[in-house]
C-alpha cells in the first residue's frame, strides 16, 4: 500500500510541477506577443468587435490565415489589434467579413462591410 501512496503523491506533485511550468511558459510567450503588437514599431490594424461578438472567433480566423492579433482597447473601444502591412490590409478585410457571426437564437447575422479604426 506505501508504494501505491507514495506513487500518487509523486505523480500529483509531478503533474503540478508540469502543469506549472506549462502555464508559465504559455503567459510568458502571451506577453511577449502582446508586447510586440503594442510596440510603435510594428505596423498594426484596428478593428472594433461588433456587439455580441466573441473575439476568439475573430482572432482564432487570423491565426488560421497567419496573422498575429490580440485583444486591445482603442479609445474608448474593444478592438482585435492585428500586425499586417499596408499591402495585406484588404486580406485582412476578406477574412474579417468571411467569419460567420450568429444571433443568440442561432440565426446567422449577415456579414457587413469591415472598416477599421483608422478608416473612420
Known sequence: MAPAILLLVVL?????????????S?????????????DPRTHTIAYAIPNGMDPVTLETALALAGFSSGHDRVGMTDCIRIECDETQRDR??????????TT??????????VVFEDER
Open 12 to 24: 500529483v506533485v509531478g503533474g503540478s510541477i508540469a502543469i506549472s511550468l506549462f502555464l508559465r
Open 26 to 38: 504559455w503567459v510568458r510567450e502571451e506577453s511577449r506577443r502582446e508586447a510586440h503588437l503594442k
Open 92 to 101: 485582412v478585410r476578406s477574412i474579417l467579413e468571411d467569419v460567420s457571426t
Open 104 to 113: 443568440y437564437d442561432g440565426s446567422l447575422l449577415p456579414a457587413g462591410h
